[in-house]
């Protein structure tokens, strides 16, 4: 089973980001920063009070018609204004997706608030969004086992990536997210953009159900990200002996955030 994850960032580069969906033959794509509007698409303009970016109107239904024999989960953190290319004002829903290859049995759903609750924000604010984790339990036939996968978009603060009494209560949910859907036997895989230095405590607090992080201090941005702290998304498995491969792809780069790839 070949799972990938990556930060889609609202689909800024769309132009590389669809053809490599469409050739990353993946069993698993585990998406962050999904963007929905409802009736619209094409293009609009986020804004909040630092940044300002294009973004697809709607990035879940744009990857599922690259993905026409995968199944696809959204769900929505929060939502807020954006504007399309004549100015108009609409919502748009701002969350997770996760796409699974219609030959893997999907047995399993749940998704869980980590940080706070779902918000209709009137403007985007910079901190404190609202984050919600998605779990999907998947049957890999190949290997007669069941896999586990959670991703999760995690808190973003602007003071930055060091640890916080929020981010403590986010690892202790995602924990017990863990706790709530393996089985006994199942292989599990915790992925996303954790917004974390490597050193954090949650390593830890995940550590205690059984997950090893295999990305370390590495470089996990691309080009298209200018500061200087480099860490933002990590991927954990329960059982390091039953990978075959794992990657931080440098190329190509379809967003400010490289993806991630693990084979089992």
Known sequence: ??????????????????PWLGSAKADVFCLQEVTRTP????????????????????????????????????????AGPVHDESGHRHRQDFGVATFVAEHVPLVGLQT?????????????????????????????RARGRAVTVIQVHGLRDSAGKHDTPARRRQAERLADLVRRNREPGDVVVLCGDLNLLPDSETFRILADVGLVDLVGPADTRTSHYT???RHASYLLVSDPGAVARFEILAEPEVSDHRALLVEF
């Open 1 to 18: 089973m070949r799972i990938v994850s990556v930060n889609a960032w609202g689909g800024t580069l769309f132009a590389a980001l669809a």
């Open 227 to 229: 500061k200087p702290v």
């Open 39 to 78: 009736g619209l698409t094409g293009w609009t303009r986020f804004t909040d009070g630092e940044r300002s970016l294009p973004q697809r109107a709607n990035l879940f239904d744009d990857v599922r018609r690259i993905l026409p024999a995968h199944q696809a989960v959204f769900v929505a953190s929060d």
């Open 112 to 140: 869980a608030f980590v940080h706070g609750a779902f918000v209709d924000h009137d403007e985007w604010t910079t901190s404190d969004r609202p984050r919600a984790a998605l779990a999907t339990r998947l049957v890999d």
